[in-house]
């Protein structure tokens, strides 16, 4: 049953996919142009040369990482919904280090780096105290503290790192600046993600502490029952889930923005979570979902250009894959669907 179980996690996101792009061939077939040649320019816009490809891995790692803080978040029964505050803050900082410190170079972005991740550990860590300590609804305050971290950010880059009149922050250095990843448009900040995702799934699924930790999310009661500290591990799946998205914002802005904006990480965070629930809360699914989507948003561009259908398309492609998705795990987890699954089993035996 747990091997069936495990398919049903692989065959649900695929078939939502499937039907997705069946009903976006419908949708491209009314507005009276060729759904093949839409899908043939979506693809090529995203994965045609090596600069294309370069450009949906740009734009896939930060989601990589707000999609890793989510599964790593849920993995302990939380529901980290700050991504991307904490992906604001960990940027912010390192703006603040990469154009006011006097060191350049490697170290400046080692410096930038393990600031963004600290700040965004720390900043999802006062929703875990106050969820741990206090009893309070993390969804609410992490949610709130997106609200004050863009605030906080406005702040910057009108005020403290204004640029001149404009408002935005002076750009990092260029000696600070990530280089290019075997000379892609992405820069080393893709590979970064990609080893931050394969350190999580080995430590959610081959260490000791990984397993304690998605036991604490199956059932927490079991879990204190057993002699778990079910406090620790849910403090430290803030404060992990947190650093993960602050990193993706310190290496966003060094590799690819340069400068704090207006918009800068904006629906990150919320895109992470719709993409941690797709790939089953899984980190290399997870991966694979975030450059998936990434190309339906890199693609969309030589599709409409070529085609004429317009980008709202892959947008409309991305709700449906989410919501027949989430419809579809919540569906077989549904105790009549487990059960006639049981008797067909028993049948077949």
């Not at 992405?186 to 080995?202: L, M, Q, W």
């Not at 998605?214 to 927490?220: D, T, Y």
């Amino acid at each position: 049953m747990k091997r069936k179980g495990n398919a049903a996690m692989i065959i649900v996101p695929v078939l939502s996919i499937i039907t997705s792009f069946l009903i976006g061939c419908i949708i491209i077939a009314a507005l009276g142009a060729s759904p093949v040649a839409a899908i043939q320019y979506l693809l090529k816009g995203s994965f045609g040369n090596l600069r294309n490809l370069g450009t949906t891995f740009s734009r896939a790692t930060p989601l990589i990482f707000t999609t890793l803080c989510a599964c790593f978040a849920y993995r302990c029964g939380v529901f980290n919904l700050g991504g991307e505050g904490q992906f604001i803050i960990g940027s912010i900082l390192a703006c603040y280090i990469a154009t006011r410190s006097p060191l350049t170079g490697v170290w400046a972005m080692i410096l930038c780096a393990l600031a963004g991740a600290v700040g965004g550990g720390l900043w999802a860590g006062a929703a875990g105290l106050l969820r741990v300590y206090r009893g309070q609804n993390e969804m609410i305050i992490t949610i709130m503290l997106n609200y004050v971290a863009t605030l906080l950010m406005g702040v910057v880059y009108t005020n403290w790192l204004r640029d001149g009149s404009v408002p935005q922050t002076v750009a990092v250095p260029d000696e600070t600046k990530l280089p290019s990843f075997f000379g892609l448009r992405a820069t080393i900040a893709f590979p970064v993600a990609v080893i931050v995702g394969i350190a999580v799934f080995y430590f959610l699924f081959y260490t000791s502490s990984g397993f304690r930790l998605r036991a604490v999310g199956l059932n927490m009661t079991a879990s204190k029952v057993n002699g778990f500290n079910v406090k620790r591990y849910l403090l430290m799946s803030f404060l992990v889930s947190g650093a993960i998205a602050g990193l993706g914002g310190a290496l966003e802005l060094l590799g690819t923005q340069f400068r704090l904006i207006n918009g800068f990480g904006a629906g990150y965070g919320f895109d992470g979570v719709a993409m941690a629930l797709i790939a089953s809360l899984h980190p290399l699914a997870g991966i694979l979902v975030a450059i998936f989507f990434a190309a339906l948003r890199v693609g969309s561009t030589t599709m409409q250009t070529a085609t004429g259908v317009p980008t709202s398309v892959s947008d409309i492609i991305q709700a449906l894959v989410i919501v027949f998705t989430v419809a579809g795990m919540a569906m077989v987890r549904l105790p009549e669907f487990k059960n006639r699954f049981r008797k067909k089993a028993g049948e077949e035996v």
